[in-house]
């Protein structure tokens, strides 16, 4: 991909921008914006601070959270993952280990970043950094309101995989983190 200031031009434009809706996780806004054709449209984008998501990896076992997800109104299986709120300004290390802790207890001794991703750019602004952590011990978890009902369950990695494949976990993040693993332990390999 070729630098920023080699690419071609947006094709599309903002025009106008409005907050539609505003707390201290998310901002909604509809922009109205003027495509490269010639037409105008509005545009709905959710605006989120950054996140983390984390592989807790013990030898051949890893550690995942079992949640209830409103949006979805269903339990999910997913690793450990969460987002800054509005005004927060630790780094993704410190958001991770925050994050690992407070749903699973864990400390690790070693993080190792492994990239960020976008997680749904379609509508959503927020990347997501992606930490492997190793030499976990127990510290005690602290779980937000929203945590209220989390589980935490330890499996080993062929069972992890095979629910992802057999469509159990379904969580997209999961999923993409698991591959940037996959690409980085194939890599020092």
């Keep these: 991909m070729p630098p920023r200031d080699q690419q071609e031009a947006p094709s599309i434009t903002t025009l106008a ?14 922009d ?26 013990d030898g051949d076992h890893i550690w995942l959270v079992e949640q209830f997800r ?25 958001l991770a280990r925050g994050e690992l802790q407070e749903e699973t207890g864990l400390h690790a001794a070693t993080m190792t970043f492994l990239g960020t991703l976008w997680i749904a750019y379609g509508f959503l602004r927020q990347q997501q950094h992606v930490f492997l952590a ?12 929203e945590e209220h009902d989390l589980i935490l369950h330890s499996m080993s990695i062929a069972e992890f995989e095979q629910r992802m494949l057999d469509g159990r976990i379904r969580d997209n993040c999961t999923l993409a983190a698991w591959a940037l693993y996959r690409m980085h332990r194939e890599r020092r390999s």
Excluded at 17 to 30: G, P
Excluded at 77 to 92: H, T
């Design 17 to 30: 921008s409005r907050e539609v809706y505003h707390n201290r996780w998310m901002r909604v806004r509809e």
């Design 32 to 57: 109205e914006i003027l495509r490269s054709n010639g037409q105008r449209g509005i545009y709905g984008v959710v605006d989120k601070p950054d996140s983390a998501i984390i592989l807790p990896v």
């Design 70 to 94: 409103y949006t979805i109104q269903e339990r999910a299986l997913e690793l450990p993952q969460g987002s800054w709120e509005e005004d927060s300004a630790e780094s993704p290390e410190e």
């Design 134 to 145: 190793t030499g976990l011990s127990p510290v005690g978890n602290d779980p937000d309101a």
